[in-house]
């Protein structure tokens, strides 16, 4: 039962344009949404949170939005540079349940 | 600030012994969690600790368990070790709900 989907396993964007990392949830119950960027053979790092009484949340160049009724977030990175290269995984949280359920990762490659 | 340290980086064992990994927490952080990342099924979440007291359990096999000491580090024992076990090994540390990752511990059963 896969409750965080990332349905690109990869995308790949110019430098300098816009990135879009989609994801989608099923558990309505999720509060707190997070993205974390992550190199191989190292732990993810924190990128950019949203609570779900938001709908919106930026910090420079990333924006996350979130849509409840879709059931449906996404991180929009601009303008996209070649070290944002990595895979990038959305992870949901239910306040009080202490765990992160994460989705499966899109793969972004930033072109020159 | 320190962030999430874990030990050792990496770890090569032969099944059936067993495995104890370390993490410790950013300092003030109490609370403690450990993800299995695999291939095959993305990040898994474990278990949670906060103040000594494991709070949640993911859906893993006995042979996994965990504790937490006073000083909010933690430790996981895989025992019995099976070569489905090698995986790359997080634990995160939180006040709130955003989580710290540790660059974990890769571990490979021979």
């Known amino acids: 039962d896969q409750q965080v989907k990332q349905n690109s396993p990869s995308l790949s964007v110019q430098e300098g344009r816009i990135s879009i990392l989609n994801c989608d949830y099923t558990?309505?119950?999720?509060?707190?949404f997070l993205w974390y960027k992550k190199y191989p053979a190292e732990g993810p790092t924190f990128l950019i949170s949203?609570?779900?009484?938001?709908d919106k949340n930026e910090d420079g160049r990333f924006t996350v939005f979130l849509n409840k009724s879709a059931k449906h977030l996404s991180l929009h990175i601009v303008p996209s540079q070649p070290g944002d290269s990595a895979v990038y995984f959305c992870?949901?949280?239910?306040?009080?349940?202490?765990?992160?359920?994460f989705g499966q990762g899109t793969r972004l490659t930033i072109n020159p | 600030k320190a962030g999430v340290t874990q030990t050792p980086r990496y770890l090569i064992k032969t099944r059936g012994q067993q495995v104890t990994l370390s993490c410790s927490p950013i300092s003030g952080h109490r609370s403690v969690s450990w993800y299995q990342q695999t291939p095959g099924q993305g990040l898994q979440f474990l278990f949670e600790y906060f103040s000594e007291t494991q709070r949640n359990k993911g859906n893993f096999p006995g042979r996994f368990s965990g504790r937490q000491f006073s000083n909010s580090r933690s430790e996981m024992n895989v025992s019995t070790l099976e070569l489905g076990d090698s995986a790359l090994y997080l634990c995160?540390?939180?006040?709130?709900?955003?989580?710290?990752f540790g660059s974990g511990t890769r571990l490979t059963v021979v």
């Open positions: 992870a949901a949280y239910i306040q009080g349940a202490q765990k992160l359920v």
């Open positions: 995160a540390s939180s006040l709130g709900p955003d989580w710290t």
């Open positions: 949203i609570s779900s009484i938001k």
């Open positions: 558990n309505s119950m999720f509060d707190y």
